[in-house]
């Protein structure tokens, strides 16, 4: 796990000498050695890494992935107070949960995520580009990532296939951040089908399909497949209360439902949804009542889902969707824990 | 007549060796400025610490592997 490869020694980072960013003794005993030792020299994003990469660090700040706004102002909304600070059992959660998927430079360059197994991916290599499977599925691996590498659902997506990874498509900025401070993921400038495919553009495109939708639908909702969806999340402490551990039911299921939120860059009418796992007393182990907001924001959302197709079976012909209401999210789909604003997801039938 | 040019010559020189001092300073600056914004994405020096134990044993499979690791158990694979 914490094994050094010579070649590792021979490189630019290597040759600096371990005590450069793990600090701890030059000495012969373990115990000496590592009594001042900091196995993660990266968990300060001001530290060691910014001596060479500054610029990095400096936007990687502003990233979600450093700072999880997404998760943090995900939680907020269904909360009723407007910050953190002002709430110290969502500041609990939040610390103890969702800042467990916070990410530092060495745990996608050079470790796997704390969060996903830890230890260092090839002997202390630092990775340019990190190996998705072993970092972004750390994290991502029970949705995204895990349906793209076909790990989770039926198939893989077309584009991993042949030979893609999370980097082929996501800009850097997407990873290291811009320097302004996002809100969420989708403040973000996110890959679009059409990048790569504009002549499928409506208007544009030879399949009729394409231009008789529209903006009508998201290309997911042909192209996609079943995806992961989690119910009625709840988290619980660990034995010494330092963390609050998950627990969710999960099932496949593909829903096609109104677009929660429209907006220029995503103004489709139709999209694919996912069920996220939080409840209203998800978190009731830490306080009841802590989100009073939960009724106001669905938690059936718009999802992307990265397992695309050319054929799927919602594609083969009109019917297969027009005439296929189980496609649909439907009101024996929201359960009793769920939001109610679901409600204003489900597509009303002819 | 023979001291007003040697006191003119000595004015030249000395004007010259002004414009040269402003002309430097001012390129220093300059440069300065460029480092300062360079610093951000060129690698610096740092000097090598000696790590030679530390490298001993964390290169040595036999010693690595005798170690025992706790797993954490992370939670992986919750996230979107």
Redesign the interface.
Same mark, same amino acid.
């Given at each position: 796990?914490?094994?050094?490869?010579?070649d590792f020694?021979e490189t630019?980072h290597g040759?600096?000498? !371990?005590?450069?960013c793990?600090a701890?003794e030059?000495?012969?005993t373990?115990e000496g050695?590592h009594a001042t030792m900091n196995p993660y020299p990266s968990e300060d994003n001001n530290g060691i890494c910014a001596? !060479?990469?500054?610029?990095v660090t400096?936007t990687y700040a502003s990233s979600i992935h450093y700072n999880l706004h997404g998760m943090e102002n995900g939680l907020m909304s269904f909360a009723s107070t407007d910050s953190m600070p002002d709430s110290p059992a969502h500041a609990e959660v939040f610390d103890k949960n969702c800042m467990? !998927?916070h990410a530092t430079c060495g745990e996608c360059h050079v470790s796997r995520?704390?969060?996903?197994?830890?230890g260092l991916i090839n002997q202390h290599e630092f990775f340019k580009t990190p190996p998705m499977e072993e970092t972004c599925y750390? !994290?991502?691996?029970?949705?995204?990532a895990?349906e793209f590498m076909g790990e989770v659902g039926f198939s893989g997506d077309v584009h991993f296939e042949l030979g893609m990874d999370c980097m082929d498509c996501h800009n850097i900025d997407n990873f290291h951040g811009t320097g302004e401070v996002g809100e969420r993921m989708w403040d973000e400038a996110l890959p679009s089908c059409l990048d790569c495919h504009a002549e499928e553009a409506s208007g544009n495109s030879q399949i009729e399909a394409h231009n008789a939708h529209g903006d009508m639908l998201s290309c997911q909702v042909c192209h996609a497949q079943a995806n992961n969806n989690c119910f009625e999340c709840h988290v619980s402490y660990n034995e010494d209360k330092s963390a609050l551990?998950?627990a969710s039911d999960s099932k496949l299921m593909f829903r096609i439902g109104l677009n929660p939120n429209p907006t220029e860059e995503r103004p489709y009418k139709y999209v694919t949804l996912r069920h996220?796992p939080t409840a209203a007393n998800s978190f009731d182990t830490v306080e009841t009542d802590m989100l009073p907001n939960f009724d106001e924001i669905s938690n059936w959302k718009y999802s992307p889902t990265h397992n695309i197709q050319k054929s799927t079976f919602q594609n083969e012909s009109c019917e297969s969707c027009h005439d296929n209401d189980k496609l649909f999210l439907r009101e024996e789909d929201i359960i009793e824990s769920d939001s109610k604003d679901n409600l204003r997801l489900i597509v009303p039938r002819p | 007549m023979k001291e007003k040019f040697y006191h003119k010559a000595i004015f030249g020189a000395l004007v010259m060796v002004i414009l040269a001092v402003v002309i430097l300073f001012t390129y220093q600056l300059t440069n300065k400025s460029e480092h300062i914004a360079k610093k951000l994405t060129t690698p610096v020096a740092i000097d090598p610490i000696d790590s030679s134990n530390c490298i001993a044993c964390h290169t040595s499979e036999s010693i690595i592997g005798s170690v025992v690791i706790e797993s954490d158990e992370g939670h992986g694979g919750e996230g979107g």
């Open positions: 796990m914490y094994l050094v490869s010579k020694l630019s040759q600096l000498g !371990c005590i450069n793990h701890g030059n000495l012969p373990q050695a001596q !060479c990469h500054g610029a400096e467990s !998927c995520p704390s969060n996903y197994t830890g750390g !994290c991502h691996g029970a949705r995204t895990g551990k998950s996220i | -």
